[in-house]
């Protein structure tokens, strides 16, 4: 009966670390004088929507004080779960519209555009940052467009 219980608490211990990994572990147990039956069930975490582009692709994007620049992303979701990825655009300087949203996935891809408005003063180097959520319990995928602004 000893030996029995210490499988019992090992498995415990593997399925607290399998859980901290993947959403939906479920598991039981049952023991019998002679045995030990176990079943486990884990649900796997989906994968992080990709960035497979940026328009205007360069690496550092150009804009002058007071104007603006839109920027197209085209964004994959593996799991083409055909859900809404929803993002989030912040910067520290200037502004950018619209600040969240979602994108439809068509085909596995999903177009995410946002205007960024420079500020007044020039700036060697303002990041834009993107947050996407495929909603599928993934982690979010981070993506910083760089503009400078004269």
């Known amino acids: ?5 210490t499988d019992i608490r090992t498995f415990a211990a593997i399925a607290a670390v399998i859980s901290s990994i993947a959403a939906g ?3 039981n147990a049952a023991f019998s004088d002679e045995s030990i039956s ?3 069930t884990v649900g796997l ?7 497979t582009g940026v328009v205007p692709s360069l690496p550092v994007i ?3 004080r007071n104007e603006s620049q839109t920027v197209s992303l085209k964004v994959h979701d593996p799991d083409n779960s055909g859900t809404a990825i929803v993002y989030t655009v912040t910067t520290v300087s200037g502004a950018v519209v619209p600040q ?3 994108a439809s996935v068509v085909g596995g891809y999903a177009d995410i555009d946002f205007t960024y408005y420079a500020p007044s003063v020039p700036a060697k ?3 834009v940052t993107v947050t996407l959520d495929d909603q599928s319990g993934a982690p979010v995928t981070v993506k910083t467009v760089d503009f400078y602004v004269f």
């Open 1 to 5: 009966m000893t030996k029995v219980r």
């Open 25 to 27: 572990l479920s598991w």
């Open 38 to 40: 176990i079943s486990a």
């Open 45 to 51: 975490l989906g994968n992080p929507p990709v960035v």
């Open 62 to 64: 150009t804009v002058f």
């Open 100 to 102: 969240n949203g979602s």
């Open 125 to 127: 180097k303002v990041p």
